[in-house]
């Protein structure tokens, strides 16, 4: 074979090969490597997106949550300001209590001491009253005024037991 024939097939062959390459191969290999590039694109583009938005999050995360602290700590508050309040007017009303029952306790005693006096005046005017009747209903002498006054008096001590 003649080498100027040769290398002009070998041309024709290998533009040949070139033209249906890029005429039925490469346009289908570009179009999914195009695709492809464009989805690594969008990746790219939607983590960068990501990156932000968490970056955001994590702001609001740190907002919230010194948010959260604050009203934590104003609940905190005011919890220990109505448990005092709670405190105090738990102790007024147990002194007020304690001032009800002083008063009733000495009021009772008061009365106790009325009604007891009352009792002694009534059992003494009695005493005494039984004393002169009996003083008088006898003839006038000492030893018996002294007689009567002795069964009396101890008359009266028995009485009590």
């Known amino acids: ?87 105090v007017r738990a102790q007024e009303e147990a002194s007020a209590i304690v001032a009800r029952a002083q008063n009733l306790a000495d009021q009772a005693a008061v009365q106790a001491k009325r009604k007891a006096k009352e009792e002694l005046m009534k059992d003494f005017s009695s005493l005494v009253f039984d004393a002169t009747k009996a003083v008088l209903l006898r003839e006038v002498d000492i030893d018996v005024h002294r007689d009567i006054l002795d069964q009396m008096i101890y008359r009266d001590k028995f009485d009590e037991k």
């Open 1 to 87: 074979m003649n080498l100027n024939a040769t290398l002009f097939v070998q041309c024709l062959v290998f533009f040949g090969l070139a033209w249906f390459t890029m005429r039925f191969v490469w346009p289908p290999i570009s179009k999914v490597l195009d695709e492809r590039s464009e989805r690594i694109s969008r990746g790219l583009a939607d983590a960068e997106a990501a990156s932000v938005e968490l970056s955001d999050a994590r702001e609001t995360a740190r907002d919230q949550i010194g948010q959260a602290k604050l009203a934590a700590r104003e609940i905190t508050r005011q919890a220990e300001m109505q448990a005092s309040d709670i405190l």
